[in-house]
């Protein structure tokens, strides 16, 4: 059970438009193992599965901290191959306000918020939102949760990102994986130590992806719900933003959408002075 080929934001064959459908042949070829003499082929989702199972009770075990939102019935099935973002957003939902809502009639008012404020608009139901389309949704939903898009650097950088988000809020974060092409949920981390308490490196995130479990024909598949990754398969899903299509501020770097944003503090009015007799 791999994470899907699809997602989250644009197709780079398709010019202004979005999509959440990663072209197969962007990883499939690399997923093969070539046989030799003697050796069957075997396929790499089925060496992630086994890290994927096994990483929570390693995480759990060697890591001084773990923190974990997951809640089974929190999770939703994009009812589209190109609802990953309304399907995510159901979820980060779910999980903060502790409700169960899947509907796809929710998923379609999710996508249609989403897509009215994308960097670019005006994109249709049969398509994707983007990283703009995806925190207006959440923020519509959750207006005290502070969510952001987040853009890091590199690949440690956003991992400490996303274990201080929810560390500090206890809000799960939103995800975009697959180079830009797909969104998944962190709803838990493991570190070498508490992030509230000083410096640390995360381990392991515990994930949601919202193909699971359709669409087994595209040979990619989005893990159980619940997963535990370790960072082996974090980077190999999680890499920087290439959508190339426009000229998005996300482009380029690690992202995510993240709760806590630091208040805009007002800004104080000027002092008037009183006028002397």
């Known amino acids: 059970f791999f994470f899907q080929a699809e997602d989250g934001i644009r197709d780079k064959l398709v010019t202004g438009v979005q999509t959440c459908a990663l072209p197969i042949s962007e990883m499939g070829e690399r997923a093969i193992r070539r046989p030799g003499p003697g050796r ?3 396929i790499v989702v089925a060496a992630l599965v086994v890290a994927a199972a096994t990483v929570a009770p390693a995480a759990a075990a060697d890591a001084p901290y773990v923190q974990d939102l997951w809640r089974r019935s929190a999770f939703s099935t994009q009812r589209t191959y190109a609802w990953c973002v309304a399907a995510t957003t159901q979820m980060i939902v779910n999980l903060a306000l502790g409700s169960s809502n899947g509907s796809r009639a929710q998923q379609v008012r999710f996508m249609r918020y989403a897509q009215r404020h994308d960097l670019i608009p005006g994109h249709d139901l ?28 590199t690949l440690r950088q956003q991992l400490r990102t996303i274990a201080k988000r929810i560390r500090r809020t206890d809000l799960p974060v939103g995800l975009i994986v697959g180079g830009g ?12 130590r508490d992030p509230a308490q000083g410096d640390f490196e995360v381990t392991g995130l515990r994930v949601v992806g919202p193909l699971w479990p359709r669409y087994p024909q ?60």
């Open 181 to 192: 092409f797909h969104a998944w949920v962190a709803t838990g981390y493991a570190a070498t």
């Open 126 to 153: 049969a398509r994707g939102t983007d990283a703009e389309g995806f925190v207006s949704v959440l923020r519509w939903q959750l207006p005290d949760a502070g969510y952001e898009i987040v853009r890091d650097e």
């Open 40 to 42: 069957s082929v075997f």
């Open 218 to 277: 595209d040979r990619w598949y989005d893990l159980r719900p619940g997963s535990w990754v370790d960072r082996r398969l974090i980077r190999r899903v999680m890499r920087p933003v290439r959508d190339g299509s426009y000229d998005a501020p996300w482009e380029g770097g690690y992202v995510s959408i993240a709760p806590g944003a630091e208040p805009t503090p007002e800004p104080t009015p000027p002092q008037i002075g009183r006028a002397h007799v």
